[in-house]
């Protein structure tokens, strides 16, 4: 092109970059090079007379600069995104499905957010109803004949189920997570062997993830079962009390988590609809 910035010739080169202008009138001129993935290449201005045969220096280009946006997040803003796709989480559309989390690299909580989970879990419409049914369940078999029959001792059962619920849930998903830093949820596995996918749902029972994404062992539900078992001492019937009671209690608590492990494994995401994410990414 021209000195004042006017292009005169275009041409492609040849396999070799080698290139010819013919034919060009006398002036001052400047080569641009621009090849894919090359940054643009201008010489410096040189001048052309009549009859004069100009050879270019060897052209060198240099690689593109390749433009980059990352945009960072707060991990407590992507952890309330998680929280709010968790939340819409039921089998089948009803039983809350809050504490599995299928997204295996999920952003850890903060102390608030895990108060935040177990109160809108524990205090759900359906959680409610649930232990309806279990205290209908103790009085039609008359377990904890202290309590007695009618009406008065179907509501000392609610209660007493309820608080067990309510102190279990509040104790191992928010008050110990928070105090040890530790990460109340169930991740699902998804992908692997039958053993492997087993091994890990009953094993996340007694494992789980601190704050910063390591495995060690969870206190958190350990501490919250034998907490919330024995502070069930306070209004079971007198005969029912003792180191037996928090005893079946915390194994009564240990064998639902469990449970409740093989079922977030093997049957949660097929009958959980509104889930966000695959699980574990299958390792080759």
């Not at 492609?12 to 894919?36: Q, T």
């Not at 929280?83 to 850890?108: C, H, M, N, W």
């Not at 704050?211 to 079971?236: I, M, Q, T, W």
């Amino acid at each position: 092109m021209h000195s004042d910035g006017t292009q005169t010739h275009n041409l492609l080169s040849d396999a070799n970059g080698e290139f010819s202008f013919l034919k060009i009138l006398p002036g001052s001129y400047r080569v641009v090079v621009n090849a894919k993935g090359f940054a643009l290449f201008t010489s410096a201005e040189f001048g052309v007379t009549v009859r004069q045969a100009y050879e270019v220096p060897d052209i060198l280009l240099s690689v593109a600069t390749a433009n980059i946006e990352v945009t960072v997040r707060p991990t407590d803003l992507i952890a309330a995104e998680q929280i709010t796709a968790a939340e819409k989480q039921r089998l089948i559309g009803v039983i809350p499905d809050f504490y599995t989390s299928y997204v295996y690299a999920a952003a850890p909580l903060t102390g608030k957010q895990k108060f935040s989970l177990a109160v809108r879990g524990t205090f759900d419409p359906v959680a409610m109803i649930g232990v309806g049914v279990a205290a209908a369940m103790e009085q039609a078999t008359n377990a904890y004949a202290g309590y007695g029959q009618g009406a008065s001792g179907y509501a000392k059962r609610y209660g007493a189920k309820f608080a067990d619920g309510r102190s279990s849930d509040l104790l191992t998903h928010a008050v110990f997570p928070s105090l040890l830093h530790q990460d109340p949820r169930y991740y699902y596995q998804g992908s692997g062997t039958f053993k492997s996918r087993l091994l890990h749902a009953v094993g996340s029972a007694f494992v789980t993830r601190n704050d910063s994404g390591r495995p060690e062992s969870n206190y958190s539900y350990l501490l919250g079962d034998v907490c919330s078992a024995a502070l069930s001492n306070l209004y079971y019937p007198e005969a029912n009390r003792g180191a037996h009671l928090v005893f079946t209690n915390g194994a009564v608590g240990l064998a639902g988590r469990v449970g409740g492990n093989l079922i977030r494994e093997f049957l949660s995401k097929r009958l959980t609809p509104n889930v966000t994410g695959d699980g574990r990414p299958p390792t080759f």
